[in-house]
């Protein structure tokens, strides 16, 4: 019986050649990689921009609604430049939320309130901010107070690609 060795694929591969191939793949995975930005509106002067993980570009929304005075989660993802809500949790009706669930999304009711799926695709998300409504942005492992840049109105927008040209 014949010994087969394990011969590594960048075996007689030179240093150089090896740097190329990851600078390559560092390249193409930045270049699959969204950028979330966050401007004032509707002046557009950028506050933040974030890069979302190529495996896993999602973010979420937080923030205690104005009425009711109970937390709010609201979860999306960016496809293709779009951004797409794909759930919402909250402790308790107020106005501004959902009653129903969207066609092809579900509305349940669970010992913490309520969650809502669905799938709903918008360009920008424009928001009004306001600290005592405590909004947080959570994205790449990051978490942004939004009400740093004090009351105001801002716009979420997602582009595909790498942030540094924004």
């Known amino acids: 019986m014949r010994k087969r060795h394990w011969v590594p694929a960048f075996a007689g591969t030179t240093v150089s050649s090896l740097a190329l191939f990851a600078n390559g793949l560092l390249a193409a995975s930045i270049a699959l990689a969204d950028c979330l930005t966050l401007a004032s509106h509707p002046e557009g002067q ?6 979302l993980p190529p495996d896993n570009p999602s973010f979420s929304l937080t923030y205690v609604h104005s ?11 960016v496809a293709g430049g779009d951004i797409v809500e794909t759930q ?3 402790a308790q009706h107020g106005p501004g939320l959902p009653t ?5 999304g579900t509305f349940t009711r669970s010992n913490d309130g309520f969650v809502v799926t669905m799938d709903r695709h918008f360009p920008a998300i424009v928001m009004q901010v306001h600290g005592d409504q405590s909004p947080r942005l ?3 492992g990051r978490a942004l107070d939004l009400a740093q840049w004090g009351p105001r109105a801002l716009a979420l927008t997602a582009a595909p ?3 540094a040209d924004r």
């Open 46 to 51: 950028v506050l933040a921009a974030l890069v």
């Open 67 to 77: 009425v009711t005075r109970t937390p709010v989660a609201e979860f999306y993802r």
């Open 88 to 90: 919402m949790r909250f």
């Open 100 to 104: 129903e669930a969207d066609a092809g």
């Open 138 to 140: 959570v994205a790449a």
């Open 161 to 163: 690609g790498p942030c």
